[in-house]
């Protein structure tokens, strides 16, 4: 079990360039969570997968974001068209019993666009 | 609207001693679940404890345990025997379980707690 990885740990793009975050979770956990952390605040959450299936998203979570999970797995974030309010800490959690019994966190990606 | 309260940004505390962060929620339901995160600096987020709303006892882990008023929706953290790697920001969050339909966790904005030696 070496947690959940999440990569790239920092990202620095210009605004309007397309990006793509990556984690992997704990093998064996079939519910992977989204959530963005912007400076001086909690994390907010932006999806949910349980398998390959997206089963929620935040109103936070605009059309440039979409989220997949193929086969599963991995599951990677893309941002289109970046704008210098995706600025924040995007955090990646899975967890094997659901969120009521609490989430596994990767150490998340940074994103800043400048 | 359901949201959480972390009223003291920062905190510090003089290692071995005893200190309490505060929480307040808000939320319709009866049936949720509370928990304090820990960020380290630069790690990621773990979990430190869990309390069930419909549990009346209040949780502990070790050094860390609860004050869980469910009438006054507060659910403070007390760290005992204060140690120099509790140094981290302190997230309050819960989450709502009606009709077994999961609600998503909503967190306060933190509490950055240093602990002094």
């Known amino acids: 079990d070496t947690g959940v990885s999440q990569n790239p740990r920092h990202k620095i793009t210009k605004r309007g360039q397309n990006v793509t975050f990556r984690c992997d979770p704990i093998?064996?956990?079939?519910?992977l969570y989204w959530y963005r952390q912007t400076l001086g605040q909690g994390p907010e959450f932006l999806t949910y997968?349980?398998?390959?299936?997206?089963?929620?998203k935040s109103r936070l979570l605009s059309d440039r974001f979409s989220a997949e999970r193929p086969k599963g797995s991995f599951s990677t974030l893309e941002i289109q068209r970046t704008e210098q309010g995706d600025s924040a800490m995007y955090l990646c959690?899975?967890?094997?019993?659901?969120?009521?019994?609490?989430?596994?966190f990767g150490s998340g990606t940074r994103l800043t666009v400048v | 609207a359901q949201t959480v309260t972390q009223s003291q940004p920062e905190m510090s505390v003089q290692e071995a001693e005893t200190v309490t962060l505060s929480c307040t929620y808000d939320?319709?339901?009866?049936?949720?679940?509370l928990f304090w995160y820990k960020q380290p600096p630069s790690r990621q987020m773990i979990l430190v404890i869990r309390?069930?709303?419909?549990?009346?006892q209040n949780a502990t882990e070790n050094r860390f345990s609860v004050n869980f008023q469910k009438a006054a929706k507060s659910f403070s953290l007390k760290i005992s025997d204060s140690q120099l790697g509790d140094t981290a920001m302190y997230f309050c969050a819960f989450i709502t379980n009606y009709g077994g339909s999961q609600g998503n966790l909503i967190f306060g904005k933190g509490t950055k707690l240093s602990v002094k030696p």
């Open positions: 309390q069930e709303a419909y549990k009346q």
């Open positions: 939320t319709s339901e009866n049936n949720y679940y």
């Open positions: 093998s064996e956990h079939n519910r």
């Open positions: 959690a899975s967890s094997a019993r659901g969120a009521l019994y609490g989430y596994t």
């Open positions: 997968f349980q398998n390959e299936a997206q089963l929620e």
